[in-house]
């Protein structure tokens, strides 16, 4: 994993405005799965997208029971195109 957010956090610095901060490895547990041989694990990546407030909306995530998993959400970027987008954060231009 460190290998994996070293190689993201490297692409990361190509852009301005992103930033890759650290990762949370967990267990399948909290899905109920794999509780007594635990061999495989999830992970969540925490990031920053800085500076462009106005073109991110979020929604959040909920369960089966309709209730918010906290910490969890959809990001949508709207009124740019990836061409634009590309060009707005490239450190290269």
Known sequence: MDLLLKQLREQANK???????????????????????????????EFHIESHKGHIDHS?????S???IPGFCNLRIYGLTMDKLEKKMSKNT
Do not use: C, H, P, W
């Not at 959040?60 to 089966?64: D, K, L, P, Q, S």
């Open 15 to 45: 852009y301005e405005g992103l930033r890759m901060d650290s990762y949370i490895r967990q267990e399948s547990a909290r899905e109920s799965l794999k509780v007594l041989d635990a061999n495989e694990f999830d992970t969540l990546l």
């Open 60 to 64: 959040a995530i909920t369960n089966a």
């Open 66 to 68: 309709g209730k918010t």
